[in-house]
């Protein structure tokens, strides 16, 4: 089983910058897309950005496209998610989550492994 344990969720303004941050034991992490995904209250979750194995490749969902970047340092074992000019939509749990394929995928369910999340609060 592989734990992925995200931190650095809190409070912020709106148009301020946060930066959550994903961690975990494994070795396999360096051959993992990894991938964060958020949950609203009500909502479904929804994709926001995901990354190759090497770092080299990333995806991001037109709402955050241009806000948010998704970096990884393969030596660490963590996935990082700067998230820049916030809005009050951005509010919502923010879950890391780990797919042992190699090709990129925005689909919670393309994931096998998932952390327990994350809260980031943007006040308006």
């Known amino acids: 089983q592989v734990q992925l344990v995200e931190s650095g969720g809190g409070l912020v303004q709106a148009g301020g910058s946060l930066r959550i941050s994903c961690a975990t034991s494994?070795?396999?992490?360096?051959?993992?897309?990894m991938g964060w995904f958020r949950q609203a209250p009500g909502k479904e979750r929804e994709f926001v950005a995901c990354?190759?194995?090497?770092?080299?490749?990333?995806e991001y969902s037109d709402s955050v496209k241009g806000r948010f970047t998704i970096s990884r340092d393969n030596a660490k074992k963590t996935v990082y998610l700067q998230m820049d000019s916030l809005r009050s939509e951005d509010t919502a749990v923010y879950y890391c989550?780990?797919?042992?394929?190699?090709?990129?995928?925005?689909?919670?369910?393309?994931?096998?492994?998932w952390g327990q999340g994350t809260q980031v609060t943007v006040s308006s």
């Open positions: 989550a780990g797919r042992v394929f190699p090709d990129l995928d925005g689909t919670p369910g393309g994931y096998n492994y």
């Open positions: 990354i190759s194995w090497s770092g080299d490749s990333t």
């Open positions: 494994r070795r396999a992490f360096s051959s993992f897309v």
